[in-house]
């Protein structure tokens, strides 16, 4: 018998079958996952509980929440000792805690089409394989068009800095033969001459073809934020790239130069970086220059993540097998090819989360300028609205509008992060 | 047999290695390395681990430095000059033991990229040429997958094509089939031999002694650093002349 049971030949193969149908509906899925357990059913009550008591306490003052009043005492009168919120604060002084308190109200519109412009721009960036590569000559142009939109003026300076930066190109373009690094630093140079040149002619023709210039100073609000938020990021990403590539340089100078940039950028507090940006770089500038602040808060902010993009992204590359640089290698391509087109890919891919995080992270620091006497929508809040004698003790209502656009933007960069990884996931599909 | 192994080489010189010595740090890798392959030949490197085999063929693409002695490959005498290196190489293909795919890209496209960067051919053009060679190693139908959806032996199938697609005058094996499971190592045995009877120059490191045996016409046994033992495969398998040679092969033979 035992004997008998020791050999077998299989006659068919068994054919592929599905799996069991699993049970659904919402009783499994509540059994399941609320109520698996006596504990677990308790917990699910307990919690239950907390979110319903929270809600409770928390409605009227939404419901009861005042939209339209002068002022903070017309709405306690409004309110009449009932809970609610003086949301009139946020339809009273919108346009101050997204533009700022000094930003003609007869060119709102301007920021707004820069805004809206800015998803067209960001279109073909973001979402490379939906839209069109042809967008990206508007991605291109976008820079210099909301500068012009916002902060208006002649339109020949931006005009001018765009043709500085096609005499960079053309200049890379030709010099690139003989080697790439110099013809960086050739480009480099050749737009910076233009662009001091330039700066003689459209110095005594500011009227030219003109709309109304706001200074620097004059803008505040989220606008801010969203400005410095918008800018660094794009900048610091391709210069995070670069410290990163150059820490890894085999020239020693060049490493160094970047190990030092990175290291010590690291270890110093952002808000000490912006103090220094708004004081003593005035001292090391010749007398008279007028260097606009948020170019300097731009710079700073700029230098900041991009230390830490470069130290994210240096993770990434150091995850990457030797194989892969071996095998761009061995089929010739050079160094800057293989970068570009085997190493970077997938060393950015690796990165996405932690760029993700820094880039979050820069966003909701940019409030930070407020210290330094920037009215960003912190800055707003806290100086010419809460100091108004209408909205003096005004708190919750706008440090909360304040929460809810950080957290829109920096959850809809989340959202995107997310979904460009499963985009970009070639392992199993 | 071995006279119709001879046929295909000719007496024109591939690679031509004279005195070669490379250290890591202080250790002395590969001592008096001296190597002549001419076009056509078939040569497997046989030897024991950190023999030096795999760091030998490295040299000859310069994906490690030697310090002592001259390669010349093809003609090009290999120095320390980046677009020296870089033709060099692109005369050169290699396969590595970890097919060393890029995964961000489809098949077809890890064929296409050398071609269409380093030789700058329109793209339609390099397209057909990988499809042509992706048809040789017989995984046309896998052009537009991803590597990680391929097994072990379709991806060397497509590491094999994809240096195939630059035209290399010679091919470096690194150990082909070591990283595959046995029932795979055939096929990319299989390409290898096709590849070996349509004359292509080819240098092997590997442990498939079957494979030496049947496509060899020179193999070459290493030990600590140095050439040891290099003779016709039939010679070498049947009657090796040093010990060391006699107690490898016993060992990789023995059962």
């Known amino acids: 018998m035992a004997r008998d049971q020791l050999a077998f030949v299989r006659t068919h193969m068994l054919p592929e079958a599905p799996p069991p149908t699993a049970q659904t509906g919402a009783v499994k899925w509540l059994r399941e996952n609320l109520f698996s357990s006596p504990g677990n059913a308790l917990l699910t009550l307990v919690s239950a509980y907390v979110v319903f008591q929270i809600v409770i306490s928390t409605a009227p003052w939404f419901i009861n929440g005042v939209w339209e009043s002068p002022s903070l005492t017309a709405c306690r009168e409004i309110l009449d000792g009932k809970m609610g919120g003086c949301f009139a604060v946020l339809t009273e002084r919108w346009n101050q805690l997204l533009f700022g308190f000094k930003y003609p109200s007869e060119l709102y ?107 620097s100073r004059d803008m505040g609000g989220f606008m801010i934020n969203l400005m410095l938020g918008v800018v660094c990021v794009s900048l610091s990403l391709p210069l995070g790239i670069l410290l990163a590539l150059g820490r890894q340089s085999s020239m020693p100078i060049i490493k160094w130069i970047c190990v030092v940039f990175i290291e010590f950028i690291r270890g110093v507090p952002l808000i000490t970086l912006l103090f220094v940006a708004n004081v003593v770089l005035a001292y090391f500038l010749p007398p008279g220059t007028n260097f606009d602040l948020i170019l300097r808060v731009i710079i700073m902010i700029t230098m900041f993540s991009s230390a830490y993009i470069a130290e994210v992204i240096r993770g990434g590359l150091a995850a990457l097998p030797r194989g892969q640089y071996e095998a761009g290698d061995s089929l010739g391509l050079d160094y800057a090819q293989s970068m570009q087109l085997i190493i970077l890919p997938q060393a950015l891919k690796i990165s996405i989360p932690g760029i993700v995080n820094v880039a979050v992270g820069l966003f909701k620091d940019t409030t930070l300028v407020s210290v330094i006497s920037m009215f960003d929508i912190v800055g707003m809040i806290r100086g010419p609205i809460l100091a108004s004698s209408e909205w003096n003790g005004v708190y919750w209502e706008l440090f909360g509008f304040a929460c809810v656009l950080f957290f829109i933007t920096c959850y809809g960069i989340s959202q995107y992060s997310q979904w460009l990884e499963r985009q970009l996931r070639t392992d199993h599909r | ?163 195939l697609c630059m035209r290399p005058r010679i091919m470096l094996f690194d150990e082909p089939t070591s990283a595959l499971d046995p029932e795979m190592i055939s096929e990319v045995l299989d390409t290898m031999i096709q590849l070996a009877e349509e004359g292509m120059t080819m240098l092997c490191v590997t442990h498939e002694m079957g494979f030496a045996r049947k496509v060899a016409n020179r193999v070459i046994f290493m030990d600590q650093g140095q050439i040891v033992e290099q003779n016709e495969p039939e010679e070498f398998f049947n009657n090796p002349k040093s010990d060391r040679t006699k107690l490898f092969l016993s060992q990789i033979l023995g059962h």
Request: charged share 15%.
């Open chain 1, 109 to 215: 519109w301007r920021p707004g089409l820069a805004f809206v412009l800015l998803f067209i721009a960001a279109a073909p960036v973001l979402f490379g394989k939906i839209f069109p590569r042809k967008m990206l000559i508007f991605t291109g142009l976008y820079p210099f068009i909301a500068y012009w939109l916002i902060w208006g003026g002649s339109v020949l300076v931006p005009v001018f800095a765009l043709l500085g930066v096609l005499v960079g190109a053309f200049t890379y373009s030709r010099v690139v033969t003989i080697s790439a690094g110099v013809a960086v630093i050739a480009a480099f140079v050749a737009a910076l001459i233009f662009w001091i040149l330039s700066g003689y002619v459209t110095g005594p023709m500011e009227n030219v073809m003109a709309i109304q210039a706001v200074a």
């Open chain 2, 1 to 163: 047999m071995a006279a119709e192994k001879q046929l295909n080489v000719s007496d024109q010189v591939a690679v031509d290695i004279t005195k070669m010595n490379k250290w890591y740090g202080a250790f002395h890798v590969l001592r008096d390395i001296d190597l002549t392959v001419y076009q056509g030949e078939r040569i497997v490197i046989a030897g024991p681990s950190g023999s030096g085999k795999s760091t030998l063929i490295r040299c000859i693409n310069a994906l490690e430095e030697h310090q002592k002695g001259k390669i010349t490959v093809d003609g090009t005498l290999l120095s320390n000059d980046l677009k020296n290196i870089d033709k060099i190489r692109s005369e050169v293909g290699m396969v590595f033991q970890h097919f060393n795919l890029f995964p961000h890209l489809t098949i077809l496209e890890n064929c296409t990229l050398a071609p269409i960067w380093v030789r700058k051919t329109p793209k339609r053009e390099a397209e057909e040429v990988a499809m042509h060679f992706l048809e040789k190693v017989k995984i046309p139908e896998q052009a537009n997958k991803y590597p990680g959806q391929l097994s072990g032996g379709q991806q060397q199938r497509v590491a094999i094509a994809r240096s």
